[in-house]
Each structure stands twice: as C-alpha cells, then as structure tokens.
C-alpha cells in the first residue's frame, strides 16, 4: 500500500488500519520476547556443555593436579587420563523439555517493590529428567441401556478398545508383567513385589501365570511367519544352548538327549526353539525342506549337516581353540600362525569398503594361498593335529565370509540372541512346564525380531497385547 492509495481511505478506514497494524506489531513483539527468551535458554544449554577445563573446583580431581600461578603451562610431565582428542561423555540437554519451571523473583526483598512486571534476564538454566510417580489406576466401566423413544428399541454402547468386558487387567499393566519376567528374568515372588512396591497393584502369582498365558498363546500364532523368513533368508546364523523344565532336562523318550533351546537368525527374523532334540531333525523341522545359501555356525555336527549350498564356521570358536594350544605350547610355531592367519581374514573382511576390487581379491588370494601351506604343514602335537583335521575337513567352510560381503566371519549374533535365555536359565532355574518353555521361545522371538526394526522389547510386547486402556479419550 502507497501513499496514494492511503489518501483515497476515509478517517474510520484509516483508524481501523491503524488498530490493526499497531494489533500485528504487539502480537510481533510478544513473539519476538518469546524468542528471545527461548534464545537466552540455548545459549546457557551451549555455554554449559562447553565446560572449561577440569580442576579441583570443577569436579572431583585433587588440587595437586591443577595447574600451578607460578608455574608455566606446558610442563614436560607424562600425560594422565584419556588419550588426546577424547570426547569426554556427559549428559546433553534436550532441545524441548516437557515442563519449564520459570524461578522469577515476586518481590525485592530489599525494599519490597513488586518485581513481577519486570522483563528480567536469564542468568541459568538447568535441566532434570524425572519419572512420574508408577501408580496403577483402577478403571471401571458402566454400561447403559438405553431405549429408543422412536422406535422402542434397546440400545447398548460397546467398550472401546483396551475396555472389553473379558479385560480385568489392562494391556500396558500385563506388558509390564511380561516384560518383568521375559526380559528382567524376574521370579514369580520377585515380579509379585516389584508391582506392590513400584505400581501398588495386588497380583498374586497365579494372576502372573495366567498373563503370562495369555501372551504366549497370542505369540505362538505369530511364530510361523517367523519360520517362513528363516526359510526365505540367504544367510542364516544358528547356535544352541542346553535348557531345563521342570526342574529336569524335560521328560524326555528313552534314548534321547537333554533338551535343548535353538536359535536362528538372519537379516529379517529370528526364531528361537526348544525342543528336547540336539539333532539335525531340528534344522529339518524349521526350514521344512528349503535350503539357504550360507549357514554360519561352530563346528557341531549337527549345525554341519545343514541343507545350505555353504558352511561358514565361526572364527572366533577357532581362534578360542587355537589360543588353548598356544596356552599349552607357547614355543609352537603352527597355532599362532593360524590365529595371524584368521584374524588377517577378518580383517580384511572389515576393509572391504575401503580396497578396491582388485585390491581385495589379491589379499584374499594370498590368505587362500597361505592357508593351504599351513593345513600341509606336518605336526607333532596332538590337539594341533586335531584342529589341523578340522580344517583340512572344512576347508571350504573356512573363508566364506570374504567371498559374500553379507557373511559374517564370526558367529556372535546368535551367541548374542542366545545370551539373554542363558541369563534366564542361570537365575530362574528351569521353567516350571512345557508350555512356559514353548510361550518364552515364541516371545524372545518376536522381541528379538522386532529389534531389527528398531523397536524395544516393551513396544514389541505391547503391540502383541493390545492398545493401553490409558489414557481414556472422551472422559471427564
């Protein structure tokens, strides 16, 4: 708008133009205090993350290390705590905090003006992470029956989802029940206290059982899917590990060994089995007639007998056994060049981004070629001769990893997707029946594969047990 266009308006058109800009210019200048505030606040968050440097005022180092007024900074001493160039770790501030506590003085105490119109400056900021209190809130329902004037007809209204009628426990209550006991590996009697004391809620064991139920036959169900991706998978990663029930190795047919918890895993799923079986009946039962590609396992015999076109056999069980030679043998020249010999491989497995094809493929070559001169080599020592057997017989399982980029040389995924049932077995003892051994295998599958995705292990549980009741919507 110009002058021109100024002059064609009438007195009140002007006034009203005039309230409206000088509207616009207060709304403006609130937002720009706002922002300057919210600026003040992240240049304090900035200048407290760039500390200075440490001394006894600062933190708990003692005043004998601080630098001396009568001394020179750069003193030629030996250099104490992290190397050089070591980011020290503390905790960040987060851009937007849920709550801001605003600490403004009222009034002066000096002279008792009143201070509360005054702008101020901000001079700290500080920020605390805190946890609502965990208590349980008890939710009832009442339904109405209603009859239609018009027609005369009753009407009832549904509950919503997380309210149904067969419901006594809400789904966010039970994921914590089984996250305690899946995940914690807490016992009956410790899972029963940890709600008293945390959620204030009264369950009695028979109550735990009961969830625990209900979340393993909703997980079981899901279990095929799982098994289809294994079957799918190119590469396939399996271990095993022994497991109790019932205070025994299972009750098991005569003849047949101690029972057993299974995993298999790859780049889309993992599934954990158990089942009182070590042979290759289990590998049968889970890929049901397909074949992968590669199967990285240890070197028992039945993980060997695999249906895969190839067998990668994991290089840090070798590496363990060739280290007890040397611990044995310490002089002997064979073991630790072996050990040289694996870890090269690994090595370059780990530089593959960074050569060229060319590169790689003649570094492959010479470890090939060096390989086959030491399994030629002639040995003395038994437990030598022994793994130089191995070797010869899985020659072919040996290097996998540095002819497919998507093999792993170690078999430590599954050693890791096992660790947690180890920890559950070492602290819970067994599990009291076949169907908690068949229910905390399907969960640990379905928690372990939706970590793959990026999701922990109490989302997994929930979005298996249904929407929380909390919080309710259209409630006063």
């Known amino acids: 708008m110009n002058e021109s266009d100024l002059n064609q308006l009438s007195h009140a058109e002007l006034v009203q133009l005039v309230l409206k800009q000088s509207e616009q210019l207060t709304a403006l200048a609130a937002g720009m205090a706002a922002l300057k505030v919210e600026v003040d606040a992240l240049r304090l968050k900035l200048e407290k993350g760039q500390k200075p440097p440490t001394n006894s005022s600062n933190s708990s180092q003692p005043p004998s290390r601080d630098q001396k007024s009568n001394r020179a900074a750069e003193r030629g001493q030996p250099r104490q705590g992290p190397p050089a160039g070591h980011e020290k770790s ?4 987060v851009a937007q905090a849920d709550r801001v506590v605003i600490l403004k003085p009222e009034r002066c105490p000096k002279c008792q003006t009143d201070l509360q119109t005054e702008a101020g400056r901000l001079v700290q900021v500080n920020q ?3 946890l609502p209190a965990p208590r349980a809130e008890v939710i009832e329902v009442r339904q109405y029956a209603v009859v239609c004037p018009g ?3 009753e009407h009832r209204a549904e509950p919503p989802v997380g309210l149904e ?3 006594r426990f809400g789904a966010r209550l039970e994921t914590t029940v089984v996250y305690y006991r899946q995940t914690q590996h807490l016992s009956y009697v410790r899972t029963v206290q940890a709600l008293h004391d945390l959620h204030q809620v009264e369950l009695s064991q028979g109550g735990i059982d009961q969830i625990m139920q209900r979340a393993g036959q909703r997980a079981l169900p899901q279990i095929a899917a799982l098994q289809a991706a294994i079957q799918q998978s190119e590469v396939v990663y399996s271990d095993e590990t022994a497991c109790r029930v019932d205070c025994n190795n299972w009750p098991a047919p005569v003849g047949v060994g101690r029972c057993e918890q299974w995993v298999f895993s790859s780049a889309q799923a993992v599934l954990h089995v158990i089942r ?3 042979s290759i009946d289990v590998i049968k039962e889970v890929l049901a007639k397909h074949s992968v590609r590669v199967w990285v396992s240890d070197c028992y015999l039945p993980q060997m007998q695999a249906p895969a076109q190839l067998h990668q056999i994991c290089m840090a069980h070798q590496l363990r056994n060739l280290q007890a030679v040397v611990d044995r043998v310490p002089a002997m020249f064979w073991p630790r060049a072996m050990q040289a010999l694996f870890r090269a491989g690994i090595h370059l497995h780990h530089r593959r981004t960074e050569l060229s094809g060319p590169t790689f493929e003649r570094e492959r070559q010479r470890l090939e070629r060096l390989c086959t001169w030491l399994l030629a080599r002639g040995l003395l020592d038994r437990d030598a001769q022994r793994l130089q057997r191995r070797y010869r017989k899985y020659r072919q399982s040996l290097f996998v990893f540095l002819h497919y980029s998507a093999v792993s040389p170690t078999n430590n ?19 009291r029946s076949e169907w908690g051994a068949h229910a905390y295998a399907a969960l640990a599958s379905l928690i372990a594969t939706a970590a793959l995705t990026g999701s922990n292990s109490f989302d997994a549980i929930q979005n298996l047990l249904g929407a929380p009741a909390l919080p309710l919507a259209g409630t006063r």
């Open 151 to 153: 027609c005369g007809q």
């Open 128 to 130: 605390i992470t805190e």
């Open 413 to 431: 995924v599954s050693e890791r997707y096992l660790r947690p049932s180890v920890i559950h077995r070492k602290v819970m003892g067994s599990f």
């Open 90 to 93: 503390e905790r960040k501030f």
């Open 276 to 278: 009182f079986d070590r």
């Open 165 to 167: 009628w067969q419901r």
